[in-house]
């Protein structure tokens, strides 16, 4: 059923309103913005006074009349005094004034000249000054209908941008934000970053996948780091920023990846899948192929990118989240020789599933708990003596040093502790993340059907 709201409530709203002071026709239309669709506060506010000013002449009310004459003229003139003009408001003290209005969507568009983007919305910082006479009107006034200050600020300065620019006001994810700081009078640009989706491999040992900073100086720069502030001088996320700083015009860049591998493990096959975000980049439209070229040019013979695809924010949570089976060579040593046929039938048992408890190498770092994880294959590759190389394919999470080592028996079974033999890997490398799909929209599929 429709709530019935007699006209006279309105009216009489309206009235309590007015004898509040000066109030221009968009505060007072914004009184009952959620009345009525299709018209401007400006028309609800002009609609509702011309209503009262002829109430007003054919009641013969002069006191009504008084009231509306500070910010109506038509009331104005019936009192004989035309010549002056509309008094200040009271609750916007100006700010919704059309000129007003214009001069905000006017700054917008001087601060957002030198950026690329096609999709914007305005926000609104308000003064404390505004919000209380907000407040003091809806508690004296009265309405219940009321639309906030911010929102119609926001959508008039909205429509002046958009008129302007050719560019579209969006709701969810714009490009950039306009917010109008009310008490500053200045208009500040929260700019969204881009999201380059892509695989990289890391074609040499002992470089970490992002920026580690040293372990004396946290980043400040000392003896021990050379002055440079990091553990290691080149990284996965350094060698691939560089481009994409040029490219993107961008202030910064963050490095999001689907897992990390060790330091000391190459990643091969067909790469890690991993995310670069360019942060406030003046420019969106980017040649990718060129950009994959001019990364793979710069890091050439260390690291190496493909695929390389824009993606929405969104999906840098899904790369986070997701877990991905993982296959591993690894060149092993051993305590000493096996037979080759014992090796295989061994490397079979190990396939299952396995009890991990948290290694030794980082049990510094995280608490210890014990994980089960699966080993779904365990090839041999080739021996030579003690040497071994074996393929393994196994769970995100699956330590694969200790797989092989035992860890002192904190990881069962192990391949040492199967052939009852040491055994330690010597080089490791990640020769495929996740299956066959490659880019994000198989990916993205994978993902749906969880
Ligand atoms: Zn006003
Ligand atoms: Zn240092």
Known sequence: MIQEIPNADILSTARRILALGPICDSCLGRQFAMLSTGLTNVERGRSIKTVLTIQASAADDKALQEELAPSFLSARLKLGRKDEEDAQCMVCLGEMSPQNLQRWADKAIEAQEEWEYSTFLVGTRMSGLLAENEELLLADGGSTHAEPFKSELNREVGKRIAGKTGKQVALKNP??????????????????SIYIYGRYRKL????PQTRWPCRICKGAGCPRCLGTGRMYQESVDELIRPAVLVA????????HGAGREDIDARMLGSGRP?????????????????????INRQSAGKVEVSKLEMVGCDVVEKLKKATFEKTYQALVRLGSEVPEEKLKSVLTELVGSIDQRTPTRVSHRRADKLRVRNVYSADLNEASGRSVRITIRGDSGLYIKELISGDGGRTLPSLANSLGVD????????????????????????????
């Open 175 to 192: 490009e950039i934000v306009f917010h109008l700081n009310l008490s500053e009078g200045e208009v500040d640009l929260q700019i969204a």
């Open 204 to 207: 040499i040992r002992g470089i």
């Open 248 to 255: 993107a015009l961008a202030s910064d860049t963050t490095f």
């Open 274 to 294: 991993f995310i670069v975000e360019a942060v406030r980049p003046r420019r969106r439209s980017i040649d990718l192929v060129q950009l994959q070229e001019e």
């Open 423 to 450: 055994a330690v890997v010597e080089e490791l490398d990640v020769i495929n993340v996740g299956g066959e799909s490659d880019g994000t929209s198989s990916w993205n599929a994978k993902e749906d059907k969880r």
